[in-house]
């Protein structure tokens, strides 16, 4: 029986973090109510004229730099004409004969080791504005804030050959990408999207089988989920003899099942054609060069130097470096309280354990530098137990509390009044019987029941260590 091999590539579109839109002066911000952020250009009013972001074009640039693409120093913007009711000129400004960005590549991690994926082209484009369909009026309707928001589009070669691979391709990217500043990249909300063109084909076989484009994939656990029924889907269909469809098939991740759209258009039935109201973008060797010195520490360098600066696993700094905002949260912590180590445990197991619980993404982190270093500080200083701590860190986490300020509202400084404890201790001790007995006995875990009774008595203000130790004596 033959077995198949998976053949896929991706085309990754990124909405730019400029703060205007691509060819007019409209806010980019997300949400608003609808046909708020428009004006004549973006809704394609007749005689309205395009004028071309400068940050777009830089943006597109440090991300081609960053991918090991070639800039395309003369490069000009071409018309792609389709009609859909979201389209309000009824074509598309974007870039097809001279992209941006060509001839690039990043490098992943696979199960058999290291691989590159090729990437063929970047270009710059406007996005389309947003249907919004209605159940109950059985009608949609039409939402152009997002209308000439501006994209890059990233068109990776057929490299990739499994779901973890293209996962794996992805996550590099957007890494990438947010260290740049050019995106927030965030799936849920559309700033970044996936469109996987997958075919099968007999291992070992040099042709291509033919390819579907699997569009509404809005989370890496849907694309794989996707690439999973859909090259399944695809063999079953060479089984049993029948074609596989050049086509458009749409994802409903509920269902677990892509239905076709579209078959599939080739760039001719665009009907291509240069740009008219805009002149060719032209990069000279200055600005090219002024864009990459501004190019800043991606996460690869970041990697290294943690290694050499930081006396912290390897682990430790592969997740925190894995987001830009935890990167930088952790380096000016450190720059405040100097002490690496336990800056890089709080963010790596309670920030970790309170993101997963809150279904968070790191970017989303509220507190501060200033107090998470503070927190530290008043551990290192003995002011508070390690379990107040605790405490005030998720009051921290919900709402950036200060640190200092909440110990003393709430007083929750150490109790070190060792004559004091010693009372509490002995009380622990005479209302305990069966639990010093078993200390006698050999039964070590049974200081740990003490501890806990005592810490309960003090409502868990006074020193772990005293307590330890004027049990050991007493007992």
Same mark, same amino acid.
């Given at each position: 029986?033959?077995?198949?091999?998976?053949?896929?590539? =991706?085309?990754?579109?990124?909405?730019?973090?400029?703060?205007? @839109?691509?060819?007019?002066?409209?806010?980019?911000?997300?949400?608003?109510?609808?046909?708020?952020?428009?004006?004549?250009?973006?809704?394609?009013?007749?005689?309205?004229?395009?004028?071309?972001?400068?940050?777009?074009?830089?943006?597109?640039?440090?991300?081609? /730099?960053?991918? $090991?693409? @070639?800039?395309?120093?003369?490069?000009?913007?071409? +018309?792609?004409?389709?009609?859909?009711? %979201?389209?309000?000129?009824?074509?598309?400004?974007?870039?097809?004969?001279?992209?941006?960005?060509?001839?690039?590549?990043?490098?992943?991690?696979?199960?058999?080791?290291?691989?590159?994926?090729?990437?063929?082209?970047?270009?710059?484009?406007?996005?389309?504005?947003?249907?919004?369909?209605?159940?109950?009026?059985?009608?949609?309707?039409?939402?152009?804030?997002?209308?000439?928001?501006? /994209?890059?589009?990233?068109?990776?070669?057929?490299?990739? !050959?499994?779901?973890?691979?293209?996962?794996?391709?992805?996550?590099?990217?957007?890494?990438?990408?947010?260290?740049?500043? #050019?995106?927030?990249?965030?799936?849920?909300?559309?700033?970044? +999207?996936?469109?996987?063109? =997958?075919?099968?084909?007999?291992?070992?076989?040099?042709?291509?089988?033919?390819?579907?484009?699997? @569009? $509404?994939?809005?989370?890496?656990?849907?694309?794989?989920?996707?690439?999973?029924?859909?090259?399944? !889907?695809?063999?079953?269909?060479?089984?049993?003899?029948?074609?596989?469809?050049?086509?458009?098939?749409?994802?409903?991740?509920?269902?677990?099942?892509?239905?076709?759209?579209?078959?599939?258009?080739?760039?001719?039935?665009?009907?291509?054609?240069?740009?008219?109201?805009?002149?060719?973008?032209?990069?000279?060797?200055?600005? /090219?060069?002024?864009?990459?010195?501004?190019?800043?520490? /991606?996460?690869?360098?970041? =990697?290294?130097?943690?290694?050499?600066?930081?006396?912290?696993?390897?682990?430790?700094?592969?997740?925190?470096?894995?987001?830009?905002?935890?990167?930088?949260?952790?380096?000016?912590?450190?720059?405040?309280?100097?002490?690496?180590?336990?800056?890089?445990?709080?963010?790596?197991?309670?920030?970790? +354990?309170?993101?997963?619980?809150?279904?968070?993404?790191?970017? %989303?982190?509220?507190?501060?530098?200033?107090?998470?270093?503070?927190?530290?500080?008043?551990?290192?200083?003995?002011?508070?137990?390690?379990?107040?701590?605790?405490?005030?860190?998720?009051?921290?986490?919900?709402?950036?509390?200060?640190?200092?300020?909440?110990?003393?509202?709430?007083?929750?400084?150490?109790?070190?009044?060792?004559?004091?404890?010693?009372?509490?201790?002995?009380?622990?001790?005479?209302?305990?019987?069966?639990?010093?007995?078993?200390?006698?006995?050999?039964?070590?875990?049974?200081?740990?029941?003490?501890?806990?009774?005592?810490?309960? #008595?003090?409502?868990? @203000?006074?020193?772990?260590?005293?307590?330890?130790?004027?049990?050991?004596?007493?007992?």
């Amino acid at each position: 029986m033959a077995n198949y091999e998976t053949v896929i590539g =991706l085309e990754v579109h990124v909405e730019l973090a400029t703060k205007t @839109k691509i060819f007019c002066g409209c806010s980019t911000a997300f949400g608003g109510a609808p046909n708020t952020h428009t004006c004549p250009v973006c809704t394609g009013m007749p005689g309205s004229l395009p004028v071309l972001n400068k940050q777009v074009v830089e943006y597109a640039m440090a991300v081609g /730099l960053a991918t $090991n693409c @070639k800039i395309t120093q003369y490069c000009r913007f071409d +018309r792609k004409n389709y009609f859909y009711p %979201d389209n309000p000129q009824n074509y598309q400004i974007s870039q097809l004969y001279l992209p941006i960005c060509r001839d690039g590549g990043i490098e992943i991690e696979t199960e058999s080791g290291k691989k590159v994926v090729g990437i063929h082209e970047i270009h710059m484009e406007e996005d389309a504005g947003k249907l919004i369909h209605d159940e109950w009026e059985d009608a949609s309707l039409v939402d152009f804030n997002r209308s000439g928001v501006p /994209l890059i589009e990233i068109v990776s070669e057929p490299d990739m !050959r499994s779901a973890d691979e293209v996962i794996a391709y992805l996550d590099k990217l957007r890494t990438i990408i947010q260290y740049l500043g #050019a995106s927030d990249c965030k799936l849920q909300e559309g700033s970044m +999207r996936a469109d996987v063109n =997958l075919s099968v084909r007999e291992e070992g076989a040099e042709e291509f089988g033919t390819r579907t484009e699997m @569009k $509404n994939l809005n989370s890496f656990k849907a694309i794989a989920r996707a690439i999973e029924a859909e090259k399944n !889907r695809q063999i079953d269909l060479i089984k049993s003899g029948e074609k596989v469809i050049q086509e458009t098939r749409r994802w409903d991740d509920t269902k677990e099942y892509s239905y076709a759209m579209r078959s599939k258009e080739d760039a001719q039935d665009y009907r291509y054609f240069p740009e008219p109201d805009l002149v060719p973008v032209v990069i000279s060797d200055e600005w /090219l060069e002024e864009v990459k010195n501004r190019q800043p520490e /991606l996460r690869t360098e970041k =990697l290294e130097r943690y290694k050499k600066e930081f006396d912290i696993p390897e682990y430790d700094a592969q997740i925190i470096t894995a987001s830009k905002k935890m990167a930088d949260l952790f380096e000016a912590t450190v720059e405040i309280c100097k002490k690496p180590k336990k800056v890089s445990n709080w963010l790596m197991v309670e920030t970790m +354990r309170l993101l997963k619980e809150s279904d968070m993404e790191p970017e %989303d982190i509220r507190f501060t530098p200033e107090n998470l270093a503070k927190l530290i500080q008043l551990t290192e200083a003995g002011t508070i137990n390690s379990s107040v701590a605790k405490q005030v860190f998720e009051q921290m986490f919900k709402d950036n509390t200060d640190a200092q300020q909440y110990v003393e509202e709430h007083g929750l400084k150490m109790d070190n009044d060792e004559d004091g404890l010693k009372k509490i201790v002995e009380q622990v001790i005479a209302e305990n019987p069966k639990s010093v007995e078993d200390y006698h006995n050999g039964k070590e875990k049974a200081i740990g029941f003490l501890v806990g009774q005592t810490m309960k #008595a003090t409502k868990g @203000k006074a020193n772990p260590g005293m307590i330890n130790k004027l049990l050991k004596e007493l007992l």
